[in-house]
């Protein structure tokens, strides 16, 4: 599993009344927890799934992981959580890939184009 460089996140993300009942109630470590976990999932190419045998990894207990699925921002699934609308807002490893090959292939025309040679050679 590749995984990905970066993931997306919404310049808004801590508008969303998800983030806004953590904030108030002053549940910082728990935010940073989901933060740390996106980061996590995406790394390591498992597209939103946090396995509970990552959360002492993520410095997460199961009591973060409860506070997490009810603030609506983890859902329980068999062997640990799936991070909620991870399918809608990040790129699969897949489309990551064919943009990194898109990006590889018009630097070489680039390149190319700029030295004069045949990026077909």
């Keep these: 599993m590749a995984g990905v460089k970066w993931i997306r996140l919404d310049t808004t993300i801590f508008d ?6 953590l904030k108030e109630d002053r549940q910082y470590r728990t935010i940073v ?3 740390e976990a996106m ?3 995406g ?6 799934y946090v396995p509970a045998a990552a959360l002492r990894g993520l410095g997460a207990t199961r009591n973060d992981a409860s506070r997490l699925v009810s603030a609506g ?3 329980p699934v068999p062997g640990g959580w799936q ?7 990040q790129l699969s490893e897949d489309d990551m890939q064919k ?5 590889e292939k018009a630097a070489a ?7 004069g040679t045949d990026p077909q050679q």
């Design 99 to 103: 943009r990194r090959s898109r990006a």
């Design 109 to 115: 025309a680039r390149w190319a184009k700029r030295n």
């Design 43 to 48: 790394r390591t190419g498992l597209a939103g």
């Design 16 to 21: 969303n009344p998800k983030f806004l009942f």
């Design 33 to 35: 927890i989901h933060l």
């Design 39 to 41: 980061t996590f999932s």
């Design 73 to 75: 921002l983890w859902e």
């Design 83 to 89: 991070i909620h609308g991870w399918d809608e807002h």
